[in-house]
C-alpha cells in the first residue's frame, strides 16, 4: 500500500488550499481514510476522516472551514481547506485505517506529508 500526498504549498491567511492522496495497492473506497496534521514542535493529530460509506467527520479546528472528499474512480482522497489560519502550517499526513465506534484508528500506511504554510 502506498499514499502519495501532495497539494501543499505556501497561501495567505484567509486563501485556500487543496491537498490529493492518491493510493495504490488498495482501494480508498472500502477503507476510512483521515488527514492528520503536525505542527513544528506539536503531536500529530487528526484533522478529518472519511468513511467507507462517505461519512465524514472533522475536529472542531477545522469544522466549516475543511472539506474531506473522496473520488473512487481515481483512488483519491481531497482536503479542501478555505478559510486558512496560520494556527492552519503543519505539515498534513493522509491514512488509511478503521473505525471501531465512534474512534478512528489510523494504520500504519501513511502518505509522505506535504507541507502547508499560512503566512499572516
Known amino acids: 500500500v502506498q499514499l502519495q500526498a501532495s497539494g501543499g504549498g505556501l497561501v495567505q491567511a484567509g486563501g485556500s488550499l487543496g491537498l490529493s492522496c492518491a493510493a495504490s495497492?488498495?482501494?480508498?473506497?472500502?477503507?476510512?481514510m483521515g488527514w492528520y496534521r503536525q505542527a513544528p514542535g506539536e503531536q500529530r493529530e487528526l484533522v478529518a476522516t472519511?468513511?467507507?460509506?462517505?461519512?465524514?467527520d472533522y475536529k472542531d479546528y477545522v469544522k466549516g472551514r475543511f472539506t474531506i472528499s473522496r473520488d473512487n474512480a481515481k483512488n483519491t482522497v481531497y482536503l479542501q481547506m478555505n478559510s486558512l489560519k496560520s494556527d492552519d502550517t503543519a505539515v498534513y499526513y493522509c491514512?488509511?485505517?478503521?473505525?471501531?465506534?465512534?474512534?478512528?484508528?489510523?494504520?500504519?500506511?501513511w502518505g509522505q506529508g506535504t507541507l502547508v504554510t499560512v503566512s499572516s
Open positions: 472519511i468513511r467507507s460509506d462517505s461519512r465524514t
Open positions: 495497492g488498495t482501494t480508498v473506497s472500502t477503507y476510512a
Open positions: 491514512n488509511i485505517g478503521e473505525f471501531r465506534g465512534i474512534y478512528y484508528y489510523p494504520s500504519r500506511y
